[in-house]
């Protein structure tokens, strides 16, 4: 078979790598037959399978195997995870299936509320049992899909039910705040589906014999062997991810079965593997480094590119610093200093003011073995070689400062070697960086993902441009480009513009999409010297902080927000009271439009018509028995749009579903869907919606007596969840009090417990009640926001059922809430 033509730009970057002292070799290795000439040379190349593995090469990701191992120990010698002591695997496994699995609760009650009263027959050993199946469920979860602390509650919840339960181990606490995977929403959707999974998985290694299950869980085709047989509905993530935790060097980490398809046909062109991708361990090269550690991930470059379309987010990157580089003039290369040459080398680091270049100045000077250190430099793995300098100098303040001086240094020995300044780590792992990076993350591990950045950057510029830069080129021009003040360009004003939405997360736009921007129209912008008004935020960090979303995946559910919004150009915010919906609603849109004079607010009742909202009759004021036709909001605001159309404007529409929609909306069903349509209004008038102008609508979930949302229009919208307890929900109210009233963390306890009595989900209550002033964070007005504030509505709702409302008093749920953080703190 030949390789694909259309696929040379994602195979050159794999060729380059291959043929690196024999760079003549790539046209004809894509000339002739790709397999009847190359295949057993190439595979026998790529035969070091005995380095190369699936497991992460971050130290940071280690006590996640490290757990995993400890829980395998823990299946073989028939030990609790948590404490070390006996536990009966088989009886406990049978106990489950029993009480969880063979007497499924199909109740509307929350996941934990179901689990308790399944679980209440059950010993404590079957609930020990489940903590810690729910403690591997949970396991592999990076931070973006679900925060340590969040976990550990889960956890703790369940080990409340019972008095006698151990709490989660220090020793394995750390695995929580780590990870290897971002997961899906189905993940979590269907933990009851895999927890049966973890359940049935156990009993089958449990009711082996001794021998049998050592073998099993030492030996990766006897465990495959097992962990597919087991037949559980929607448990895939999980068992693909148990068999990397515990078997990484033959097991990939992806709980995607769509991208194992992707991968499968597309490396079926490119190499001859049985069609399983956990094969492809032993016939690719690794493509992440850290020291000994050689890393396979088909999610990093440039095996990414070979099974995954360079996406638009990245094509984007590559459009505007393609721009950028037009107008970059060319670097000049200053010779390398020597390594026992100090003095040369302190130069660029005096020129950075921080403490790291502080600390490295300082053991320069102190230490003897600085010169030997730093002529390893050119031989050493990078990133590795970056945290060994770390301890050398010991540092331990910012990692983003320190990655920033080594680089610094590093450069002036090689100029080969990329610099990264601190002010752009953030914003390059974030936007090109396809590998997380955790909060506790070295600057090695730090460095290790800016430069698969780099090589990110570097196929998208290959895809869209035909491009092929340096890693050293690459770093300076994706900081030229997130540095660029596009008033000092020869661009046009909508360049210039675009450029900044871009650039600060308003919009997800390319240089290509200027292009379509009418032409006859005069620009109507800030002058130069003008600033935004300080309340609206400028970037979508700012926005971000504005809004509290502090847990890692609350920027991504943002960015996804705003790309969903800006691409359907119309939708809705929904969820239960105290999620903030409306406050979320006009960020949003002053972010977007950055004035508040060009976002229109509305809100529905049930007395609004048609004529309230886009044009009708009304009495005139100046004369007696006529009637003026008066534009409403949406025209008003069209209007305006119409006569901005390089800015974007915002209606919102809060509680929308409290109106009759149909006859509110009128002909705009219509026009919502196809936009570029003209259409003939009630009163004769003929309508276009212009295409900057955008509707958030905002939808209360627990109000029953309110009709949902028609079909018709629901197509028209894209919905997006607010709910207490998900993202970008979670964590605010830890952060606000951590930060406000370190004293009154309970609350955030006392929500959860709330909430999970509740059950169910579009009744739970949000933390907004709780976001209190610095100067009313008190107590006492926490009490007074539940009573008479939250209380009334769960009066309601749980009308006749007085044992519900009595566990559901501020008190009662105060009480549980810090004897659990007092339990806690105990053990």
Known sequence: MSPNPSKDRYVQPLLRFIFEDEPQNIDLFLTFDFWSRYRDAAKKE????????????????????????????????????????????????????????????????????????????ASSVAVQLTAELLYLYVLPMLPDSMRGDTKMKQLNTVLTWRADLQTVPDARIAALNSGIVNVGTAYLTYRWRGLEFLIRLTAALANQDMAARRQALSDWHSFRSISSSIDVPASKSIRQLVEHMLFPDHAMASSSTEDRNKMASAFSEIVDFDGDPNSLVAV????????????????AAPHRFLWKEVGESLRDWAGW??????????????????????????????????????????????????????????????????????????FRGDTAEFVEAATVLLNALDPSVPVFFRTHVPTIVEKLGNIHLSSNATPGEAF????????????????????????????????????????????????????????????????????????????????????????????????????????????????????????????????????????????????????????????????????DFVQGLRPSREQSGRFDL???????????????????????????????????????????????????????????????LLFIGTMNTADRSVASIDAALRRRFVIRDLRPG???????????LSTRAPELTWLSTLLTHANELIGDPDQHIGPSHFLL???????????????????????????????????LQFDTLRARAMGAVDDVETE
């Not at 919004?565 to 960020?587: C, S, W």
């Open 46 to 121: 790529w035969q070091i399978s005995d380095i190369v593995s699936f497991r992460a090469s971050r130290p940071s990701a280690d006590p996640v195997y490290e757990a995993a191992n400890a829980w395998r120990d823990a299946l073989i010698n028939d030990q609790s995870l948590f404490t070390g002591e006996p536990l009966d695997y088989r009886a406990a496994t049978a106990e489950l299936v029993t009480h969880y699995i063979d007497s499924p609760d199909l109740s509307n009650a929350s996941f934990f509320e179901k689990l308790e009263s399944q679980l209440t027959p």
């Open 284 to 299: 690719l090269d690794a493509n992440l480094h850290y020291g000994d550690r050689h890393e396979l991930n088909l999610y």
């Open 321 to 394: 610093a393609t721009l950028v580089l037009e107008g970059t003039t060319e670097a000049t290369v200053h010779l390398p200093i020597a390594p026992n040459d100090l003095n040369g080398l302190r130069s660029p680091l005096v020129e950075l003011h921080t403490d790291a270049a502080s600390a490295i100045l300082t053991w320069l000077e102190e230490d003897e073995a600085a010169a030997a250190f730093l002529a390893k430099a050119e031989t050493a793995e990078p990133a590795r070689y970056i945290d060994q300098f770390c301890d050398n100098v010991r």
């Open 448 to 611: 290790q993902v800016l430069l698969e950045a780099m090589e990110s950057l570097s196929a998208g510029l290959l895809d869209r441009e035909g491009l092929d830069l340096t890693i050293a080129s690459l770093a300076n021009l994706a900081q030229e480009t997130l540095g660029l003040n596009p008033s000092d360009t020869d661009w046009s004003l909508e360049l210039q513009q675009a450029f900044r939405d871009w650039r600060d997360g308003r919009k997800r736009i390319s240089p290509d999409d200027v292009e379509s921007l009418p032409e006859d129209h005069t620009p109507q912008r800030v002058a130069p010297n003008q600033t935004a008004q300080p309340s609206v935020p400028q970037t979508i960090d700012a926005l971000a902080h504005s809004l509290n979303f502090v847990s890692p995946g609350s920027k991504t559910w943002l960015e996804l927000t705003r790309d969903l919004l800006t691409e359907k150009r119309q939708l809705i915010l929904q969820g239960p009271p105290g999620t903030g919906k409306t406050f979320v609603a006009r960020k949003l849109a002053n972010f977007l439009a950055q004035d508040p004079s060009r976002v229109t607010l509305v809100q529905f009742h049930p007395a609004t018509s048609y004529e």
């Open 630 to 692: 008066l534009d409403g909001p949406l025209l008003k605001a069209a209007d305006q749009a119409r006569q901005e159309p390089s800015e974007t404007h915002v209606i919102i529409i809060d509680e929308i579903n409290r109106a009759n929609l149909p006859a509110v909306f009128g002909e705009l069903y219509f026009l919502l869907e196809y936009r570029n349509e003209e259409v003939t209004l009630n009163y004769g008038d003929t309508f276009r919606l212009p295409p900057n």
């Open 726 to 736: 998900e993202l970008p929900m979670d964590g605010v109210l830890d952060q606000w």
């Open 773 to 807: 002033p610095d100067d009313k964070l008190t107590d006492e007005n926490a009490m007074r926001a539940w009573e008479f504030t939250v209380m009334p509505t769960l009066r309601e709702f749980f009308y006749g059922q007085p044992e519900v409302v009595e566990k």
